[in-house]
Each structure stands twice: as C-alpha cells, then as structure tokens.
C-alpha cells in the first residue's frame, strides 16, 4: 500500500513558475513508477508526466520543455518542475504511483492516487 501527498500548488501570474511535490510513503517507493495528471474544471484527467523506477522521463506534448519531473528515491518525493506556466495549465494536480517500475502515460494503469493540489497560473 502507498499514500501520496501532494503539495506546493498555488496561484501564480502566467510566466511564472511553482514546483509541486508528492510525498510517498511504503518502503518499496524506489521499484515504483510516478506520474503526475491534471484535470482542469468540465475537462478529463490528463497525463502530465512519468517517471520510471530507473529515472526515465515521459512528458505530454503540452509541457515539454517547460515541465521536469524528477526523483529522490532516498526521501521518498517526486517533483514536478513548472516553468513558463500557462493560463491552459490551470488545474488540480495529481500525484500517482505505479508498482510496475515502467513508466505509462495511462491513467488507469496507476493504482495509487494522492488528493491532489490546485495549481491557477492567471493571464
């Protein structure tokens, strides 16, 4: 069983950055994919970003080159890295957790899901 916290959302005038933060908790967090979703008012969950066990990286076409997720196997956390923010980013964010250490850009092929923090980037 993993839980998942995330937290560092916020507002912020477009252009500007915020970097979110998933803590986990099981002592298997290591072997895990991560990923980070969003899903923004009247709209469907989307992927934002992956990470595998391994530090493979996949990112959607809409925040690539201004989003990083990363890793600290050691404290168990997964960022997410948001420059250049967009109105269109707007959203509640979510931190997910895979027990296949492959990264998926699928929804429904994470098991775990954080409550997920609100992220507004105002034009």
């Known amino acids: 069983q993993v839980q998942l916290v995330e937290s560092g959302g916020g507002l912020v005038q477009a252009g500007g950055s915020l970097r979110l933060s998933c803590a986990a908790s099981g002592r298997t967090f290591s072997n895990y994919a991560m990923g980070w979703f969003r899903q923004a008012p009247g709209k469907e969950r989307e992927f934002v970003a992956t990470i595998s066990w391994s530090g493979g990286t996949i990112y959607a076409d809409s925040v690539k080159g201004r989003f990083t997720i990363s890793r600290d196997n050691a404290k168990s956390m997964v960022y997410l890295q948001m420059n250049s923010l967009k109105p269109e980013d707007t959203a509640v964010y979510y931190c997910?957790?895979?027990?296949?250490?492959?990264?998926?850009?699928?929804?429904?092929?994470?098991?775990?899901w954080g409550q997920g923090t609100q992220v507004t980037a105002s034009s």
């Open positions: 997910a957790a895979r027990a296949i250490g492959y990264s998926s850009s699928r929804a429904d092929e994470y098991a775990y």
